[in-house]
């Protein structure tokens, strides 16, 4: 089976940065979109951006601008670089393999205002 670890939470003002690592292991099969997913405490887990496997990326009307997704198939990574944090982007962040039911543990992104 496909394992996925996410990595580069943290704590960070408003108007900063951070960048969110991927990492994919396991059975791999074949390599198709991937996916960042993120939950607020109270609300549902919603989708913030995907990557296809030849690199075409899609965002969420929430983020787009302001994220960026990226993949390096050759390290099994994928990416979301995070810029212009607001306090709304505070979050656990998923990384998911495709559309499947494989998702990573989820690091803790808060944006203090």
């Known amino acids: 089976q496909v394992q996925l670890v996410e990595s580069g939470g943290g704590l960070v003002q408003a108007g900063g940065s951070l960048t969110l690592s991927c990492a994919a292991s396991?059975?791999?099969?074949?390599?198709?979109?991937m996916g960042w997913y993120r939950q607020a405490a109270r609300n549902e887990r919603e989708l913030v951006a995907t990557?296809?496997?030849?690199?075409?990326?899609s965002y969420a009307d929430s983020v787009k601008g302001r994220f960026t997704i990226s993949r390096d198939n050759a390290k099994n990574t994928v990416y979301l670089q995070m810029t212009s944090l607001q306090p709304e982007d505070t979050a656990v962040y998923y990384c998911?393999?495709?559309?499947?039911?494989?998702w990573g543990q989820g690091t803790q992104v808060t944006v203090s205002s």
């Open positions: 998911r393999y495709g559309f499947t039911a494989i």
């Open positions: 990557v296809a496997d030849g690199g075409t990326a």
């Open positions: 396991g059975n791999i099969f074949s390599i198709n979109t």
